[in-house]
């Protein structure tokens, strides 16, 4: 795909083969791709341009692996991945939509992730960036599954004020978490930590391991407990 594609109706079925979005390419998801014989002989998808997700529903790319390097974007209802790896600046994210996979999403070496909403599934930040929230407009990003941060990870935050999605931005896990890597925090104007200011900004089911670092937390130190990381004003 060179130019501009929006699918609608019933969508776009394939069989076998390898869908290619080149840089100039763009997709809008009103509809899914499919593989039409149920085989997972649509191998993968190669985007390097950009792809929109449309219209309530879930639907989207099914097949066996996404291999992002451009744009992915929910922007409603819910889209569809199968197995995803995103690396080389390619950005999933979710601005008014969800994201469901029955598998892992992966973030490869700087791979991103960004918005808020929900995604089902398990996620591994393999040298990636995890953007909580959209730009400096805080909010809370879930992940029904386990997450999984390597030494070359990282989760970055914002801090505005001491209303978990409101006021800051909060990474919910349902499942287990295992963390290394780095801790990028960002206050932001007008807010000033006042002593015992406590924000929980990841949550889960079990924690383990810690953040090899923590930038631009300021006053704030770093506490962390059997399922949360806190950033504390003492």
Known sequence: VAGALTLSGSGLAFNSGVLDVNATGAITLNAGIVDQ???STLTRLMNAGKIE?????????DMTMVQNTGSIESHAGALALTGYTGSGGGRLGLTGGNI???GTITLDTDGELFGTGTITGNLVNNGGYVYVGIGEVTGILNLTGAYTQSSSGTLVVDLRGTTAGTNYDQFAVGGTTSIDGVLNVTILPGYTPALGHTLNVLTSAGLSGTFSAV???GAFSTNYTSTNVQLVRN
């Open 37 to 39: 014989d149920g085989a």
């Open 53 to 61: 997700k449309f219209g309530t529903g879930a639907f989207g790319l």
């Open 100 to 102: 469901q996979t029955g």
């Open 215 to 217: 930038v631009g937390e």
